[in-house]
């Protein structure tokens, strides 16, 4: 099967790419790295990205920006959602696969207002779809630190109630569920255990030879409300992750903020 896969380098983009290759499909990377500005619906050297998705049975898309502004989040999907599902519409693309987040119905503000705009259009699109949401990645507290710590004197961390999953485990499901017949919504996945973002945090930490303290605030408005509530960790009908936090942080997949050339990297102490 060709698959394309719409922010391969990322997070989770690169265990579907990995997942993809090793199942034996023929991927092609869409991101800017690789020419493509899925934002301007451009693909390389002027071509377009329907000529881009010629032969591509099945597009799965774990594109992201980094933002708590509700109004770059829902122009940032919007147009990369709308670009993807015109050229896979004129390419003849048979399946839209997407990627989302476990618990965000209602909750219209912030990254997730962005999400909900994505599942609309995917949801409300030609394209024959399937929207997986998995719960915040293991990765997330990487993510997270390198965004919001203040130098050597502190990281403050927002409330967050989760039961975060390994993100090789959602690009492995990502590539069953490109594999499979377009379903509209897959399972939720969520991971093994519930956890504090701000305990996983201290942990990285400890790990990782970090002495820095570590503080929970109350992040404002919809977005935090629903963290610091039970709605993001799934129902009990979620499909399961097996990797738990403290496995990850032991594994290759964690890199340590010594090895990181981050933020966060640069305030080891
Ligand atoms: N992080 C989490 O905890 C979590 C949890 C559940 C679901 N999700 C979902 O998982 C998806 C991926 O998140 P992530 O954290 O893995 O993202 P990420 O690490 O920030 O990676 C974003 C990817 O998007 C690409 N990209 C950004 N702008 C682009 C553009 N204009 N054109 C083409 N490619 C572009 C980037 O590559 P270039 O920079 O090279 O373009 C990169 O490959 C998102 O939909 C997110 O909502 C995330």
Do not use: C
């Amino acid at each position: 099967m060709r698959i394309a896969i719409a922010g391969a380098t990322g997070v989770v983009g690169r265990h579907v790419l990995a997942a993809a290759q090793a199942r034996g499909h023929d991927v092609l990377p869409l991101t800017r790295s690789t020419g493509h500005d899925l934002a301007r619906g451009a693909g390389p050297a002027g071509t377009s990205l329907a000529a881009a998705l010629d032969g591509v049975d099945t597009v799965i898309d774990v594109a992201s920006v980094q933002t708590t502004s509700a109004a770059r989040s829902r122009a940032f999907f919007t147009a990369v959602t709308s670009n993807l599902l015109r050229a896979e519409r004129e390419g003849g693309v048979g399946h839209h696969v997407a990627l989302s987040i476990v618990g965000i119905d209602g909750v219209d503000a912030s990254y997730f207002a962005g999400k909900l705009a994505q599942e609309r259009l995917v949801a409300g699109g030609a394209v024959p779809h399937t929207i997986l949401r998995a719960t915040q990645f293991h990765e997330f507290t990487e993510q997270v630190t390198a965004r919001l710590s203040l130098g050597r004197l502190l990281t403050p961390i927002p409330i967050g109630r989760y039961r975060p999953v390994a993100a090789r485990e959602v690009g492995a499901r990502l590539v069953e569920v490109a594999e499979a017949a377009p379903a509209g919504r897959a399972r939720d996945l969520a991971g093994p255990r519930e956890e504090r973002l701000v305990e996983m945090v201290r942990r990285m930490f400890a790990h990782d030879g970090v002495r820095r303290p570590v503080v929970e605030f109350p992040f404002p408005g919809a977005y935090g409300r629903a963290s610091a509530s039970d709605v993001l960790r799934g129902g009990a009908d979620a499909d399961r992750g097996a990797v738990t936090f403290d496995d990850w942080l032991r594994s290759g997949d964690h890199t340590p903020i010594g090895s990181r050339t981050d933020a966060a990297a640069s305030t080891r102490t």
